[in-house]
């Protein structure tokens, strides 16, 4: 039986019978070995040592190929109780001479049996492995049966639900696997359930049966995945499916709250088919897979998994209220965007080896920026581009942790440690300059040669590269090593002459900002600005350290100048003197949102502007700006300030003139979305009794200001604000407000919450004590939400005693968390902090541990920057 999917340069072919899949092109796994190879001496074996490691890959990929694994596990109704499993994992060897290692990331009292071609062997299981004696492997088809007890570490078990979660290398916590990508291979998975559970997989429902109060389920075999993509989720769910534009979907979902559901479910399934069309139209390749189904999880840890035919998302963005925002709209369609996109890239075509993981990150967040764009009305692609991407990938790439877009990688243990913004930010941003480089047409034309080419297999990011390198005068190669393989920013400086009323020169230069001889070639655009709000812009080729605008002789001499004025330009522009003072002027919400962007950083640089001045400079500009987008990014920026970079006593100085003009701007503003950005902003800064106290009468009558929508989620987050400032009337807040969640799911997050937000330091004490635990972790997003409050600037004289334990436990939470639960730890820990002794802190630990892993060193910089930076601006 042929897959769906097949364009005459590959083809994969199951082979019925022995769940196998035979791959016909571009897999290294498939290379037989020459007479010379066969006829050489034995190899010596491949170390056990924990993890998987590059050596380990790549000898399992010269001899293994022809993959497939048939999987039944036994799911009891109580979350506490084992899950019983039996495996069958059936591969081609071409080389027997030495032992296979399959991994399993368990206790060795787990396996209880082991077959290797018929025959039981022993149990030799340790550092991670289970491994296979050679005496009773042979070259040609080899089968190995198991009976074991399935790891819980990334099974995700709730007390009526449970979701497998597998990236990067988690598979090997449930079952034992190869679990590496680029040994692809089908999946046969079989569950017997409670009777009143549902359940989504890879594969489509084969049949159902029911017996002794249990029914066994058993899905068809998947299409050929690596193994971080094998996923099902079961449980009590509410399972919706709709056809539309001619496809078949499947929905499980525990959603509870009707107005969300009837708001959400139709566009949850438009987005889904614009998104597929807009995809197979610029790939020019259909779907390539069997099935496309999705599934909402309560508090799931990222915002969306791309398991082929079984999509995970976190439920709170997909499921939108009366009172959603325009902006929780778009980032919706974005993510829907993302995770559709990885079906091509990332599913289709897989990286080899996980250095190159943010290849599909790039190209989902590429594409759903350019589906966004036509899928969602009144989006402006341009504008969320820039409040999307640059703030969050300068966050980290001004830091001292930076990290470059491609990181080398030895042991797949470590591959959650290159996830972050840069793969997600600064990667998007590289590759619209690359494309901008070629020109779009070529661009596309080269993608859909490399999906065509690696179709069901994998590449490398050099792959890519050398196929677009074909389509372009540009040295792709240079280009490539300053962008991609190497971490950093530039800083821009300009000198501009003028005579007679007019621009003589204009001349621009760039200069690492770690001072090294890098140069990053970019296109950007600079725009003279003049009187009564006419503009000339003009387009800057910067492939020099410094390079002069001709095109900008002879014009009239501005008022001002903006440098990246449509926000494409990567690094830390220059300030024009005047620009602040224009800011209004400019009709271009872009243009003004490069403008925020360029004021703080060069804010936080300590050029040319500091926080008490740029705070001024918003307050101004805030009553003014229309744009929601713009509102959003303002108010952030505005809290940041206040929060980070002002002192205690100079908070409660400004409070009262900050809270008037924040709930002045909030009337005035015409538009819902933009009020409700304002109120929570008035909520974030809310100092004097007096604006409590109004908060808290809202809270109690449940009463919004006019003309803004809240919700039950956020009448919760305002209790939370109130319980974190010890309102007077704060402690009935939480448990009355806990009697108003009707949904199961967020009462218990409020519950787990609770202690984090006592009044009482030892409660909160022993919540903090409570988090060493690893099972007191086990719901990541709460934990995050939960260190957030504890560590609240509200809070920080009694919470900054937390901060050596929480450092010590980041080794652990980077082997027993997802893979950005490390980095959410750190940065709720450390977010808020602006005292010496906390860099003290940081400093002292990374002193004291010299050795650090230099991964979760960069990771740890990275968050500790804002502590650092407060230090110097903080005066």
């Given at each position: 039986m042929k897959l769906p999917y097949s364009n005459g340069a590959r083809r994969c072919v199951f082979l019925l019978g022995l769940g196998l899949v035979s791959c016909a092109k571009n897999l290294a796994v498939t290379n037989s070995p020459s007479a010379a190879t066969t006829a050489a001496a034995t190899p010596a074996p491949v170390a056990v040592v924990p993890g998987v490691s590059q050596e380990l890959a790549q000898d399992r990929a010269r001899r293994i190929s022809r993959l497939?694994?048939?999987?039944?596990?036994?799911?009891?109704?109580?979350?506490?109780?084992?899950?019983?499993?039996?495996?069958?994992?059936?591969f081609h060897l071409t080389d027997a001479r030495q032992p296979v290692q399959l991994d399993f990331k368990e206790q060795t009292a787990n396996l209880k049996r082991v077959v290797v071609n018929g025959q039981p062997v022993a149990i030799d299981h340790h550092d991670e492995h289970l491994v296979l004696p050679a005496a009773r492997l042979q070259t040609g088809l080899n089968e190995v049966s198991l009976e074991f007890v399935a790891g819980n570490q990334s099974l995700n078990r709730n007390e009526d639900f449970l979701y497998t979660l597998l990236v990067p290398d988690r598979a090997r916590t449930v079952f034992p696997v190869f679990d590496q990508p680029n040994l692809k291979a089908s999946f046969t998975l079989t569950l017997t359930l409670p009777t009143t559970w549902q359940a989504l997989a890879n594969g489509p429902l084969q049949d159902s049966t029911v017996a002794a109060g249990t029914k066994t389920l058993r899905f068809a075999p998947s299409d050929t995945i690596s193994t971080y993509l094998f996923s099902f989720a079961a449980g009590k769910f509410t399972r919706v499916s709709r056809r539309v534009e001619g496809r078949e979907m499947q929905f499980l979902h525990r959603e509870t709250d009707k107005d969300k559901l009837r708001l959400s479910l139709d566009p949850i399934f438009r987005i889904h088919a614009d998104a597929l069309t807009f995809l197979q139209d610029y790939t020019g390749i259909p779907y390539p897979f069997r099935k496309f189904d999705f599934v909402a999880l309560p508090d799931f840890q990222y915002g969306g998994m791309e398991h082929v035919g079984a999509i995970d998302y976190k439920a709170s963005t997909l499921f939108l209220d009366e009172g959603a925002t325009q902006d929780q709209k778009i980032s919706r369609s974005n993510l829907i965007a993302h995770e559709t996109a990885h079906m091509w890239f990332g599913d289709l075509v897989t990286m080899q080896w996980f250095n190159d993981v943010w290849m599909k990150e790039v190209f989902a967040n590429f594409m759903a920026d350019k589906i966004t764009q036509v899928a969602v009305s009144g989006s402006n692609y341009d504008l969320?581009?820039?409040?999307?991407?640059?703030?969050?990938?300068?966050?980290?790439?001004?830091?001292?942790?930076?990290?470059?877009?491609?990181?080398?990688?030895?042991?797949?243990k470590d591959a959650g440690s290159l996830y972050g913004n840069i793969i997600y930010h600064k990667a998007p941003i590289m590759m619209r300059q690359l494309e901008r480089l070629m020109g779009e047409e070529p661009f596309r034309q080269g993608l859909q040669e490399y999906l065509q080419k690696y179709s069901f297999g994998?590449?490398?990011?050099?792959?890519?590269?050398?196929?677009?390198?074909?389509?372009?005068?540009?040295?792709?190669?240079?280009?490539?090593?300053?962008?991609?393989?190497?971490?950093?920013?530039?800083?821009?400086?300009?000198?501009?002459?003028?005579?007679?009323g007019r621009i003589t020169s204009l001349e621009l230069s760039q200069q690492a900002e770690d001072k090294s001889e890098r140069l990053w070639p970019q296109l950007f655009e600079v725009l003279l600005v003049y009187p009564g709000g006419r503009t000339k812009e003009l387009t800057v080729n910067m492939n020099q350290r410094q390079v002069?605008?001709?095109?900008?002789?002879?014009?009239?001499?501005?008022?001002?100048?903006?440098?990246?004025?449509?926000?494409?330009?990567?690094?830390?522009?220059?300030?024009?003197?005047?620009?602040?003072?224009?800011?209004?002027?400019?009709?271009?919400?872009?243009?003004?949102?490069?403008?925020?962007?360029?004021?703080?950083?060069?804010?936080?640089?300590?050029?040319?502007?500091?926080?008490?001045?740029?705070?001024?400079?918003?307050?101004?500009?805030?009553?003014?700006?229309?744009?929601?987008?713009?509102?959003?990014?303002?108010?952030?920026?505005l809290t940041d300030i206040y929060w980070k970079l002002l002192r205690p006593a100079e908070r409660v100085a400004l409070a009262p003139a900050l809270e008037k003009e924040l709930w002045q701007a909030l009337q005035q503003n015409p538009a819902a979305n933009s009020k409700k950005l304002l109120f929570k902003a008035y909520q974030s800064v809310a100092l004097t009794k007096e604006a409590q106290t109004r908060l808290y009468q809202l809270w109690d009558q449940q009463q919004a200001p006019a003309g803004v929508k809240l919700t039950e989620d956020d009448y919760t987050v305002l209790a939370l604000a109130l319980a974190v400032r010890d309102y007077p009337a704060a402690a009935p807040i939480l448990p009355r407000q806990l009697t108003r969640i009707q949904n199961p799911d967020r009462k218990k997050r409020m519950e787990f919450l609770l202690p984090a937000l006592a009044p009482d330091v030892p409660t909160r004490d022993a919540f903090f004590a409570s988090l060493a635990d690893e099972k007191?972790?086990?719901?990541?997003?709460?934990?995050?939400?939960?260190?957030?409050?504890?560590?609240?600037?509200?809070?920080?004289?009694?919470?900054?005693?937390?901060?050596?334990?929480?450092?010590?436990?980041?080794?652990?939470?980077?082997?027993?968390?997802?893979?950005?639960?490390?980095?959410?730890?750190?940065?709720?820990?450390?977010?808020?902090?602006?005292?010496?002794?906390?860099?003290?802190?940081?400093?002292?630990?990374?002193?004291?541990?010299?050795?650090?892993?230099?991964?979760?060193?960069?990771?740890?910089?990275?968050?500790?920057?804002?502590?650092?930076?407060?230090?110097?601006?903080?005066?």
């Open positions: 497939g694994y048939d999987l039944h596990l036994t799911i009891p109704a109580g979350k506490a109780a084992p899950i019983a499993a039996t495996e069958t994992v059936r969320k581009f820039v409040i999307d991407h640059y703030p969050a990938a300068y966050g980290i790439d001004r830091t001292s942790g930076a990290n470059p877009i491609r990181q080398e990688l030895d042991n797949l994998n590449a490398t990011w050099p792959d890519l590269i050398q196929i677009l390198d074909e389509r372009t005068p540009a040295d792709l190669q240079v280009w490539n090593q300053v962008w991609v393989n190497q971490p950093g920013r530039p800083l821009f400086d300009y000198a501009l002459s003028i005579s007679n002069s605008v001709p095109q900008a002789a002879g014009e009239a001499a501005p008022a001002f100048i903006l440098f990246n004025s449509t926000g494409l330009g990567y690094g830390v522009f220059p300030l024009d003197k005047q620009l602040a003072a224009g800011l209004a002027t400019l009709p271009n919400p872009v243009a003004r949102a490069a403008a925020y962007v360029n004021l703080y950083e060069n804010m936080l640089n300590g050029r040319s502007i500091g926080p008490r001045q740029l705070l001024e400079v918003y307050r101004q500009a805030l009553p003014k700006e229309k744009e929601e987008l713009n509102v959003k990014l303002l108010t952030g920026q007191n972790r086990e719901k990541e997003a709460w934990v995050t939400s939960a260190l957030a409050y504890l560590h609240h600037p509200l809070r920080a004289a009694t919470s900054e005693k937390y901060l050596p334990q929480s450092l010590a436990l980041l080794e652990e939470i980077q082997q027993t968390g997802d893979i950005f639960f490390p980095y959410s730890w750190l940065q709720a820990t450390l977010g808020s902090y602006q005292t010496p002794t906390a860099a003290r802190t940081v400093r002292d630990f990374l002193a004291a541990h010299p050795n650090y892993n230099p991964k979760l060193r960069a990771k740890l910089l990275q968050a500790a920057d804002d502590v650092f930076r407060a230090e110097k601006l903080v005066l």
